[in-house]
């Protein structure tokens, strides 16, 4: 395209979406569908990196699921790629976010149709049933990001730049969280984005010390991020490549503001967060607690308390070098490997996209919180037939009899099986 033709065409989209309030049927979908946040039970937002705007679509209002059910879908991956008529390898996975009455999985893709790329997002629920969304079919308003990414630069010859454009989403009491890559001497951006939509726009500039680089870093943007309450603090809990644990008080982002975030953890080098969810556990002896799962592309995830992260984010932070090691706030590693993307589902579940290591393909299924594991991705002593429980064993016995119903196999629990026998 032209260049005086390719400004005209900005200019036409920037008045088109100026009103940004304002509903409108579109005839286009999302050139490039990324990153996915529910808000109220019907709103719906989508990302698109390339177009450096957020969609915000209004679905329609249904009835809430009132069971907890776990997913337990393998072969998903095949399943997405029949149903966009492409081969499994030509989809990638962007997100998932979890519908937050019904319980649906949403979930983002792109794919490459001959040489032309495309995006869909997929709908499922846990009987099976995948749909593609027709995003033509709901009302949805426009936000328009201001000096975002463009094209001109590229990572590894051919990543570009926009691919970062918008990294992460977080929806808290009507402001919309969006970590990004911008142009200008400070790359990492944070904003603030009033819902509905308005023309205001309150970016800033983030800066953080990276322990493992030993320096202060401007560029690089945050990957993923949650907004929680720390005593009584709003705060923006922000994870990075290589992974700083970083905190940000939302009440010290202002429109132009350059901010200092506050590194609170070093979670280990040579990996990059794909999510950080927050969400309330019950252990065994019934006591709730609040959580923070990091969860990462090359390494364990890391469960980490609330309450630890409070009281780190009261000390002064990290500021020397640790090159190897792990350090600030402590945290339990949990074995969630091969996990692409994962929503907060439900008060009992995390349903997740994972990679089936014995099959290669993607499967959409839910973990138990407090265990962060499903139980028939092994065998070991307890699936024998023969195994006897200690008396002081009845807590394992009932949680695995739990974990049994959770992947879909009820009838191999200890009560049933003796009742198939007789």
């Given at each position: 395209m032209h260049k005086y033709q390719h400004h005209l065409k900005s200019i036409v989209i920037t008045l088109s979406l100026s009103a940004a309030a304002m509903q409108v049927n579109a005839a286009a979908n999302p050139v490039s569908a990324t990153i996915l946040e529910f808000a109220e039970a019907n709103t719906l937002f989508v990302a698109d990196s390339e177009l450096g705007q957020i969609f915000a679509y209004s679905l329609p209002s249904l009835p809430s699921t009132k069971t907890s059910e776990s997913y337990n879908l393998e072969g998903v991956g095949t399943k997405i790629a029949a149903l966009l008529n492409v081969a499994p390898a030509a989809v990638n996975y962007h997100d998932i976010a979890v519908h937050p009455t019904t319980k649906e999985a949403f979930i983002s893709v792109s794919y490459f149709s001959g040489?032309?790329?495309?995006?869909?997002?997929?709908?499922?629920?846990?009987?099976?049933?995948?749909?593609?969304?027709?995003?033509?079919k709901y009302k949805h308003t426009v936000k328009t990001l201001a000096k975002t990414a463009d094209d001109s630069v590229k990572f590894w010859r051919d990543i570009p730049a926009t691919t970062l454009t918008i990294t992460d989403l977080d929806y808290v009491d009507g402001t919309l969280y969006v970590s990004s890559l911008s142009t200008g001497e400070f790359a990492s951006t944070l904003r603030k984005i009033k819902y509905p939509f308005d023309e205001a726009d309150t970016s800033s500039n983030i800066e953080i010390y990276h322990t493992v680089h030993n320096q202060t870093e401007t560029r690089a943007p945050i990957r993923a991020m949650e907004v929680i309450n720390l005593d009584g603090v709003?705060?923006?809990v922000a994870a990075y490549t290589c992974t700083p644990l970083v905190t940000i008080p939302t009440s010290s982002l202002s429109n132009g503001a350059h901010v200092k975030g506050k590194t609170i953890a070093e979670l280990g080098y040579g990996n990059t967060p794909l999510d950080v969810i927050h969400f309330t556990a019950t252990d065994h002896t019934q006591k709730q607690e609040d959580f923070?799962?990091?969860?990462?592309?090359?390494?364990?995830?890391?469960?980490i308390r609330v309450a630890d992260l409070t009281k780190a984010n009261k000390s002064e932070g990290l500021s020397t070098p640790e090159m190897w090691a792990k350090a600030g706030v402590p945290t339990r590693p949990v074995p969630l490997s091969g996990v692409l993307q994962a929503a907060d589902q439900d008060a009992q579940f995390i349903a997740t996209l994972k990679r089936n290591m014995t099959t290669g393909d993607i499967d959409l299924v839910s973990f138990r919180k407090g265990a962060y594991f499903r139980l028939n991705d092994f065998i070991s002593e307890y699936n024998f037939n023969d195994y006897q429980y200690y008396p002081e064993q009845e807590m394992f016995r009932h949680f695995q009899n739990l974990l049994k119903t959770d992947a879909g196999y009820p009838e191999l629990t200890r009560e049933l099986a003796k009742e198939a026998k007789k």
């Open positions: 040489k032309q790329k495309a995006s869909a997002i997929i709908k499922a629920n846990q009987n099976g049933d995948f749909t593609r969304v027709n995003l033509n709003e705060t923006v923070v799962l990091v969860i990462n592309k090359e390494r364990s995830a890391d469960l």
